[in-house]
């Protein structure tokens, strides 16, 4: 009996010290993750929420960490690339002071309080890589870059055409939102407006964020906005068509971007992140077939050297908050022996880095809150859809 004992108890440590090898401990092994990730052109950092201020905090301390001591120069948020394009060329006439006051929602700001250092760190480049035009709450709310636009062209010419052309843009990004479709032949009429204002005598004359920002739409609406763009892939309904523009639109600004010599951090949700999402099983079935051809899709099958990290927590307080005004909308820890939370929660730390291929249940079938969404529970198998976790075991904000 003794005997047995001594060999349960050794075959336990040994389990343990083969489990917490390659665990990265994010209070303290920045070092060794450093080293870990620099042999990587693009590093995915997924988020499980949008809107968790610890969350984007540690993306951020991290982001600053592989700039300074790994050679990462970029960080390409979930946010359409012309936004980010105007706003990097009114930074450059302006002041970062300037583009936090005048551009940057202040919700941004309270769930991203980090936004300012990134942008004040001259040696990294913060972009968006997403295509669709940022929505402004309802299609008829005007954009700050529009204003701005706007002004600059009154100054030549009349402006109904492309405040015309921007209102599309919104609903086209509205539609797309609610009903996962948009009007074509409506993108077509856009881009003549933005190709005949490009084309014109006064173009040369506008501001350089100005030109910026409207050759980015061009762009756009020649790319993930035009009927055509997906039209070499199975599509079978209008949510597969939408997602998987959003996928393959937003692959296309990142092979840009390495294209540039530039290595990457992309900030992304882990649903965009994953691999392939057709095999989850969703419990209620819902958006089954919709994220076949994701991001993480089109980053896999690429010829780019990439790390696709899914970050996720046990336990949040307040998470929508912000969104629901409901104080008490808490996720208690998971208690579910299957659950990955619950599993990764058993290591006791409380916030680490660990590589899914030295995790020997990666490759069970195990449940997951809907990458971060608790009323979309999944089952899936972890190998299939992310190379590496981040953990953390509680977030507040």
Known sequence: MKRLALLLTLFLVGFSNEDTEHIYDLNKDWSELGNYFEEYDVIVLAESTHNSRDMTTLHAELALYLNEHHNFSTV????????????????????????????????????????????ETESLHVTGMNWMSRPSGQPTNSTFEELYITEDIEQFWDTAD???????????????????????ALANETLDIYNTIINSDYFDSLSPESKAYIKERVNVLEGPMHEDFVEDLDISNDSEDYYARRGKGMLENIEELVAEDEKIIVYVHNMHASKSLSPINYVDDFRQDELTYSLGHFL???????????????????????FQGDESNDYGRKQDKRSVEYLLGE?????????LNSLDWADEKLLMYDFGHEEWPVEFIPND?????????YIEK
């Open 76 to 119: 390409a948020f979930e946010q359409s690339k012309d936004y980010w394009t105007f706003i990097n060329q009114y930074k450059d006439s302006h002041s970062v002071e300037d583009v936090l006051t005048n551009i940057i929602d202040p919700h941004i700001l309270s769930i991203n309080p980090m936004l300012p250092e990134l942008l």
């Open 162 to 184: 492309f405040k015309t052309a921007e209102y599309r843009m919104r609903n086209f990004t509205y539609d797309l939102l609610t009903k996962n479709t948009m009007d074509f």
């Open 300 to 322: 896999e099958a690429s010829d780019l050297n990439v790390l696709i990290v899914a970050t996720i927590f046990n336990e949040a307080s307040n998470e929508y908050e912000a």
């Open 347 to 355: 290591f006791k730390k409380d916030q680490f880095f660990v590589p």
């Open 385 to 393: 859809h992310f190379d590496a976790f981040i953990y953390m075991d």
